[in-house]
């Protein structure tokens, strides 16, 4: 179920008005959970069950995880717990992509092909995984007690703004608002309803119309590409996948305080980086701090040599690359991540901060998307073909159509997207900040925006999130 569809903005305010006129933490807590299971029931009826066995799963190896029990029986009731929910990855994620691959390299020898399992794979299961992970290994860390209920683990789990995208949540962060479900007050329905406009903008104005487009360039021949379709193309992806991805963050942060609730912030104004580093502190946040909390410290970190780090940075962006598809265009641009992290460690990063505001802002735009033509092509053979296409080794054919509102579009995200780069920005904060009049046409404008996004998504066929694929 989709944020704007017709159903879920019909039944949402249902929902709302019972959880306003609930008395009581427990009436709150019980009323969230029951919406978001039948918000993920919806779209997912069997893997539900699968969901629920593994929670309990979690939930029963959680008082297993910290003192009195033995270390060792600690240790055995996380690598359990882990191996549990990766095996639900694997299952569903990468099992016919390994069959697909151990059958190319059996074929020479003509051995048995290894049979696909072709199951769909469920919305969000990777952000749902990692966070179980999150639990788990926060327990036997300490950082946190096991959940109090069984029922504060599973509100923790399904929790439904944040179900299907992110941002993933660490429950010790969770635990005190899951436990007792905050009272609503008018300032969290305001901020939360303002806070879900902007991202519906964002996925439903800017998005989707680009991702049309996109779509088109990507399917066609790339041989067949000139070189600024090519680009025109790569732009669109550029903003596309951004304005996707924020809005759905946006959406989720924005219903979660419309119930009371304070989520992380998962993106802050990636595309005005001035070096890669600078960009994965900026993009899917939640994400690469997943990465530097649960897989790159425990790797030793930055703490055993120069060489170590480089080669903990290479382990932790493949996987990242992995984790958001099983195809070795994922892995390819989790290697090409990892190798300009490495090279900011080296000399990059000292070299772009020496260039000025501007020149480092570019040169970091331009890595990222050509990180972006290896993230969004289908196969390396496709991937080759396209980049010889911006750098104009293509036999290109008649000019492409462009529909009427793909310049707009791209003229907006851009300006939204580099706005933070420029010297006006601190200028406009400040007057929001100071200026009643001025977040009042910011409410109105935002109000504006939901109204129209609501009417396009009457009007047009809607597209999925991107990262409801992952």
């Known amino acids: 179920m989709l944020f704007y569809e017709p159903l879920f903005l019909t039944v949402f305010p249902v929902v709302y008005a019972l959880y306003l006129l609930a008395t009581g933490a427990p009436a709150r807590k019980w009323i969230l959970l029951i919406a978001s299971t039948l918000f993920y029931l919806w779209g997912e009826p069997v893997f539900v069950l699968v969901l629920f066995a593994s929670t309990v799963l979690d939930y029963a190896l959680s008082f297993h995880l910290s003192d009195p029990t033995p270390l060792a029986r600690r240790r055995l009731a996380l690598a359990g ?30 051995a048995q092909r290894v049979p696909l399992l ?29 959940a109090a209920t069984f029922t504060d683990y599973c509100l923790f789990v399904l929790f439904f703004p944040k179900l299907l995208a992110g941002p993933i949540l660490k429950y010790h962060e969770m635990k ?19 806070r879900f406009s902007r991202g519906i903008g964002r996925k439903l104005l800017i998005a989707d119309p680009l991702g049309s487009f996109v779509n088109t360039v990507f399917a066609a021949d790339p041989a067949s590409l000139g070189t600024p379709y090519a680009w025109l193309g790569l732009g669109s992806f550029t903003l596309q996948i951004y304005f996707d991805f924020a809005g759905y963050s946006d959406m989720a942060i924005g219903l979660a305080r419309m119930l009371g609730f304070t989520l992380k ?45 480089y080669l903990n940075l290479w382990i932790c962006f493949l996987l990242s690359g992995l984790w958001h598809g099983a195809s070795w265009n994922f892995v390819l641009w989790g290697a090409y991540n990892g190798l300009f992290l490495t090279l900011d460690r080296l000399f990059l990063r000292d070299a772009l901060a020496r260039c000025g505001a501007l020149i480092s802002t570019g040169i970091t735009l331009f890595i990222v998307m050509i990180g972006w033509a290896i993230f969004r092509s289908d196969s390396p053979a496709h991937l080759m073909t396209f980049v010889s296409a911006l750098f104009g080794a293509s036999h290109a054919l008649p000019a492409m159509e462009i529909p009427p509102e793909v310049p707009s579009a791209l003229v907006v ?29 910011t409410a109105a404008a935002l109000v504006l925006v939901y109204v129209l996004s609501i009417a396009r998504s009457l009007a047009v066929p809607f597209q999925p999130f991107i990262y409801f694929r992952f």
């Open 413 to 441: 995200g851009a300006a939204i997207s580099l706005l933070p780069a420029t010297r006006l920005y601190p200028a406009l904060i400040q007057s929001y900040e100071k200026r009643a009049s001025m977040r009042a046409l």
């Open 176 to 194: 005190d608002q899951i436990a007792k479900p905050p009272a609503i007050e008018w300032s969290d329905f305001a901020t939360g309803f303002l």
């Open 81 to 110: 717990g882990i191996a549990g929910n990766l095996a639900i990855l694997v299952v569903y994620k990468y099992a016919d992509f390994i069959a697909e691959n151990l059958n190319l390299a059996l074929a020479p020898l003509s």
């Open 265 to 309: 912030e998962n993106f802050n104004s990636p595309y005005v980086a001035r070096s890669m580093t600078d960009f994965w502190r900026r993009w899917h946040i939640s994400l690469t701090t997943w990465i530097r909390d649960y897989l790159y410290k425990p790797l030793g970190g930055n703490r055993e040599g120069e060489a170590r780090t």
């Open 118 to 146: 072709h199951l769909a794979l469920p919305i969000g299961v990777s952000f749902v995984v990692f966070e179980k992970i999150t639990y788990l290994v926060d327990t036997y860390r300490g950082t946190s007690r096991p």
